[in-house]
Each structure stands twice: as C-alpha cells, then as structure tokens.
C-alpha cells in the first residue's frame, strides 16, 4: 500500500446564519482584498502617489467586481467544454464553484486600467501598488481550494500525499493547492514586498508578478491533476500552462523594460522612476 497522510476533512462552511451559509472559499476572496487593501494603502504612502483613502477604496471595489466576473467568465470560456452554453443561466451560479485566475487576472487587470484612467495614476505604476498584495488573495483562494477539496493533484507515493474524498478512486495525491499557496502565493509575496521597499520603475513588480507565477504555475501543473472535462492539450500540457504562456512573455517583457529605464536615470533627475 502506497504511503499518504490523512487528509483533514475541513468542512467547506464555516458557520452558518441560519438558511445563509458562510464557505471558506468566500471568506477566502474578503480576506485577499482586505489584505491587498491595506497594502496598497501603505505604498501608496510610502511612495507617495497621491491616491485619497477615498480614491483607494473605489480602485479595490472596482477590483473586486473585475475579479469576480473575470475569473467566471475565464472558467466558461477556458474549461467550461461547451456545457454552460445548454444552460446559459448556469453562468451566473458562481457560488457553485468554477473560477479561473487567468480570467480573473484579465478582469482585474481591465478595472485596473480603468480606474488609472479615472484618478489620473499611471497604468503601470498602479498596477505595481497592487501586485504586491496580489499573492496573499492567491495564498488564500489556494488554501480555500485546499479545504474545498477540489483541484487535486496527481497520484503520488510521495509521503505527504493525501487521498481526497472527491478524486477518483482510492489512491493519494499530490496536495498540489498547498504547492500552490507556497509558491505563487507565500514565496512570491516575499518576493514583491522585498521588492517594494523602496520606489522601482514603473512596470517592474507587476512584470515580477506576472514572469514568477508563470513559471512557478507551469512548475506545479505538472503535479496538478488536468480537468477532467480538457485533459492534456498538445501533449503533455494543460490548459493552465498554456494560459500562462502570455503571462511570461509579457512579464518577462516589462521586467525587461523596467530595468532599462533604472539603468538610464534622465539627465537632471536623481529619481530613474520618475516618468517620462
């Protein structure tokens, strides 16, 4: 018999008001805007980009409501296989499970840009204040994932694996939601706020953001079990790897211009992150 440890068996809700159940993986999404919030108000100071608490509050609101529509549609459109489209209205059950982080990337990514517009804040430069918090709503939506006990891994007689009541026959797994939490959410936060320290060029810890989780995503695809409605795609890939794809091209696309402008500080200016 293959070797695992038992797996915890949390249950998904985690209290009820009466007929109002409140789940873990909604809590999960409070608790990453309210982190990425209060981060973002702390850069905001610190670098002094001149946003009103006022002003913030309206770019996470916006976030929010860019996350959540994005990251449903992403899941129809990349792994829905055609089913939501017999029933159209199913669409809008997103409490039913089935969200997309690539297409939630796009959304929030999309709200972004149009409150930059709105407050009169450089596109990248507010991209960056909000990709410092971004891991934490990772580490937490993983976690929730984990308890859900959903997006398992695959076989392994690796000693952690763990059997999940809801995978297919008997065998353990690879926790991959846990390999998740760790490295695009726990490591890769590190990372940025290590990076945020001090004002970097516009562009550099969203190019961070975007290049690291690629590759650590690609990474951890190859534990992660694909959906069972895609399977493998070209090969031995995943739908997974293939969205992040873009994400390496353009992050690694930013970091490299990012760190062209740091280079070259304009004549007459102490400051290389001053804009253009």
């Known amino acids: 018999m293959i070797a695992s440890i038992p797996y915890p068996n949390i249950d998904p809700v985690m209290f009820s008001l009466g007929p109002v159940s409140i789940r873990w993986y909604g809590m999960a999404y ?4 309210i982190v990425a919030g209060l981060i973002l108000r702390s850069l905001v100071r610190r670098w002094e980009v001149g946003l009103t608490d006022d002003d913030m509050l309206d770019i996470v609101l916006a976030c929010v409501i860019g996350l959540v529509a994005g990251a449903r549609l992403g899941y129809v459109v990349f792994y829905g296989a055609g089913g939501y489209w ?5 669409i809008l059950r997103f409490w039913d499970g089935g969200m997309s982080f690539h297409g ?8 972004g840009w149009l409150m930059a517009r709105r407050k009169g804040v450089p596109v990248l430069r507010l991209f960056d204040l909000g990709a410092v918090g971004a891991p934490l709503g990772i580490f937490f939506g993983r976690i929730a994932n984990f308890i859900n006990g959903e997006l398992w891994g695959r076989v392994s007689d690796v000693p952690w694996a763990m059997v999940f009541p809801h995978a297919p026959g008997t065998l353990p797994r690879h926790p991959s939601q846990l390999y998740e939490a760790l490295l695009e959410g726990l490591v890769l936060f590190c990372v940025l706020w290590l990076m945020s320290r001090r004002k970097r060029a516009d562009g550099l ?19 992660r079990e694909p959906d069972v409605q895609l399977g493998f795609i070209l090969g031995p890939f995943t739908m997974g790897q293939l969205l992040t ?12 211009r990012a760190l062209k402008v740091e280079r ?10 001053d804009p253009a």
């Not at 409070?30 to 805007?33: D, E, Q, S």
């Not at 017999?86 to 199913?90: F, I, L, Q, Y």
Request: a negative charge; proline letters at 7%; hydrophobic letters at 60%.
């Open 245 to 256: 794809l873009p994400m390496l091209v353009a992050g690694g696309w930013l970091i490299w």
């Open 86 to 90: 017999d029933d159209p209205v199913s």
């Open 264 to 273: 070259a500080p304009k004549a007459g200016s102490s400051d290389p992150t």
């Open 30 to 33: 409070v608790a990453g805007f």
């Open 205 to 223: 810890l969203i190019g961070t953001l975007l290049a690291l989780y690629a590759v650590f995503r690609t990474f951890i695809e190859f534990f």
């Open 104 to 111: 939630g990337l796009a959304g929030i990514m999309l709200a």
